[in-house]
């Protein structure tokens, strides 16, 4: 059982920044941002995977938003730079032990969900 804490959100201006962390109590082969707004289908953000650093970014946050990992401390990054109101949404931590690439941006890859952060931009 891998054990994902998130820390980071908050309320930010459109054009700031923020940076999310989510700590994972065990190695991981894939993990991910994904985020949610009520009555929406959670979304894929970014993904990385450990093995030759698959990465994932939504085209909705592509030079904007950047996830790193930190493999001695189990920690996955999502740094979010120009923010948008758009943006708003409960952002979720997301973690697999399968260790293959096939479907790293779907809800089901992940067996391992952090307890979400609410992200909020004001314009």
């Known amino acids: 059982q891998v054990q994902l804490v998130e820390s980071g959100g908050g309320l930010v201006q459109a054009g700031g920044s923020l940076r999310l962390s989510c700590a994972a109590s065990s190695g991981t082969y894939a993990m991910a941002w994904f985020r949610q707004v009520p009555g929406k289908e959670r979304e894929i953000v970014a993904a990385r995977t450990s093995s030759g650093g698959n990465t994932y970014s939504a085209d909705s946050v592509k030079g904007r938003f950047t996830i790193s990992r930190d493999y001695a401390k189990n920690t996955v990054y999502l740094q979010m730079n120009s923010l948008k109101p758009e943006d708003t949404a409960v952002y979720y931590c997301?973690?697999?032990?399968?260790?293959?690439?096939?479907?790293?941006?779907?809800?089901?890859?992940?067996?391992?969900w952090g307890q979400g952060t609410q992200v909020t931009v004001s314009s």
């Open positions: 997301a973690a697999s032990l399968r260790n293959i690439d096939y479907g790293l941006t779907n809800v089901g890859f992940y067996d391992y």
